[in-house]
């Protein structure tokens, strides 16, 4: 057999390929992303980008009802935009296997918040299982689909960053195929109108009894008896890994991996054979909730914090009172090095006009949620994607009624105004709000690394696809005011600004439009530099925070290789220091 | 073996993701048991990035302790001194000399530390310091300064060079090979 090194999403998309998926579909989110884009390089599976969660896994539903073994992969959040059709999926079950991956992110590395998505296994009322590493990341894949066909549900996989972006050595296997089931029509379990979903509810109730039944023998939940009886420690997922880091042998440890439904015998037998049992577990106390309710008296959240992620560090101090002692520590303060909008970015000059306007600016999700930070800090709000077309709206309204005035902009990216922004925007047409509604179009889903979306023009293998116009769309649905300028032109977007600002029949749509500077072989060519006669060190330009302008002395300078040549910051210098200084 | 451990620290767009597979498959390839973990997402917009390897007979952890790390291979000043804490005591730091400021730094808002390499080399007796941008750039091409470090990197830590340029051969386009070659050794006479 063969052995590879795979990130845990690699290892999940291996899996797809190996237990014989045919259909496969996600909307990109870290850290989740890499899933689908590994899934698409297998030709045997059908894999596409759909423009939000819900559709993904709704597609994935449909293509299970045909018959095919199916996987949807999403973040966290997404899980949140897929509830609606997951909670009643529950209830119609399956056909060909379906596995719904949630990639979660402990700590926020690339997040808006750091739900605990294994909540959803017993809130949706489906199975769960959870890798620890990429091997079981790949075999599990195919006992979740087993799982799935043999007891007529959806099965949640969930990982987290530390699972899906580390990497470890897979042994993997050949394609079995699985072709495709028959479909036979039976409105009684696909079609939930009340009746049927009532005696759906009831068969869902049997079928998590079997499953507690298969959760005592499924191989993966199993003890490692230590060296001794004295500390048990019950854990899942990445924890695992730490517990052995810290503990190896020294304990004994009952692992789990379908955490839901739990194995209640299994887990009372293990607490009963050890003398103190700690339960070590990321974020929510998901794990020790259930056991305690099961009477059963263990350790857990108390010692172990529930915010951010675990390591084998923080376990260390919790459980042993090993404090470890850096040998060295920095010398000074170390400036922070967040991340910044790419020199060149399409976003900064959008950004640097609203900042100059004074507007109450609600944003989304994507690089440009960036406007936040210094130097820009522009945007007032970021909650989740889509929302700043509708917060806009209701922060709008809520001032006309109670007589107050406000200049209200939402900005918004391409990708993100196709995922949910579209009804948002229906929303203030429909209810006549005054907003000016800017989507920033770079032409791609950059955050995330560059994936397609419906309005790119091609699909996931690169082929050409049906692009949808974001004009056509914003017209459609009834804005009448729609503006298309060049981001990197910043006269024309003040000027879209302010025409915007006298239009008072109902939203405006201004597109900013300008691809990605990081899009190879699209993104802007040229040098600028400054003129040192010129320039009178007045420190416009670094209002613009782009990482080419640099301070160094008292002098101000463009980084040669970091400087696209976008010619914003020539547009902002009000001597005309500024000058073309070459072509690549 | 007991499990050793690599931290790498950079910048994002430094090539620290190339420098850590290229690494990793050497050793997977010697029949270690091995584990990285690095995140991605809002990380690669020019903000602060780390990789961690660690290998051994087997290896549970894919994250490095504080005072965990064998090596703190530091792409660049200021990202050898923010991750400082995870060097050993008897730990090596391979730094490379290069200054990129952070935006606060470029804004005139804070202030680059001066001093970094004296202050570092006094405290921390295994400290290598090179210049990979220059040998890069003597090489031909400035993005291999990866290369030059993974070359000291391998030499500090004993691995087989054969080992690595069969993988340089496998991972890199076929016409940067040579050049990602030339740097390597560079690194590895370095690294001595
Ligand atoms: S990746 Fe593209 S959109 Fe994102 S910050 Fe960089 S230039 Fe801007
Ligand atoms: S032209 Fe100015 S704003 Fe654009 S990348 Fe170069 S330095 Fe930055």
Known sequence: MKKVFLTGNEAIARGAYEYGVTFASAYPGTPSTEILENIAKYSEIYSEWAPNEKVALEA???????????IVSMKHVGLNVAADPLFTLAYTGVNGGLVIVSADDPGMHSSQNEQDNRNFAPFAKIPMLEPSDSQEAKDLVGEALKISEMFDTPVLFRTTTRVSHSRSVVQIGERQEAGIKPYVKNPEKFSMIPGFARKRRLILKERLKALEEYSEKFPYNRVEWGKSYDV?????????????????????????????????KMIAAFVEQVKEVYVVEELDPYLENQIRAMGLKVRGKELIPEIGELSAEILREALKGDKVTPAFKPYTSVPPRPPVLCPGCPHRGVFYVLK?????????????SLGVLPPLESIDSILCMGASISMGHGFKKACEINGKDATVVTVIGDSTFLHSGITSLMDAVYNRSNTINIIVDNCITAMTGHQHHPGTGYN????PAAAVSLEAVCRAIGVE????????????????????????????????RRVCALLKGKGPKGLYSISEEKCRKCRMCLRLGCPAIQVRGDGIFINPISCVGCSVCVQVCPFGAIEKAGDE | MSVKSIFISGVGGQGTILAGKVITTALVNQGYDVKMSEVHGMAQRGGSVITQIRYGDR??????????????????????????????SEGTLIVNDLEMPPASVLTGKEEYPPDIVPRLKSEIKNTIVVDAVSIARECGEVRAQNMVLVGVLARVMDWSKQSFIKVIKDVVPARYVQLNINAFERGWELGG
């Open chain 2, 59 to 88: 290896v549970y952890s894919p994250l490095i302790e504080k005072g965990g790390a064998d090596v703190l291979l530091a792409f660049e000043k200021l990202e050898a001194v923010r991750y400082i804490e995870y060097l050993s």
């Open chain 1, 481 to 512: 005011n729609v503006l298309v300028v060049d981001s990197y032109d910043l006269k024309a977007v003040e000027d879209a600004v302010k025409k915007a600002l006298e239009y008072k029949e109902g939203p405006s749509v201004i597109i900013a």
């Open chain 1, 356 to 368: 100059k306007m004074k507007a109450v600016v609600t944003s989304d999700i994507g690089c440009y």
């Open chain 1, 232 to 264: 048990g420690i019950i854990t899942s997922g990445i924890s695992y890994q730490y517990v052995k880091e810290v503990f190896g042998d020294e304990v004994s440890v009952l692992k789990l991996t379908m955490t839901f439904p739990l194995p209640k």
């Open chain 1, 460 to 463: 996931i293998k690169e082929e």
């Open chain 1, 60 to 70: 994935t539903a449909g293509a299970s009802m045909a018959g095919a073994r199916a």
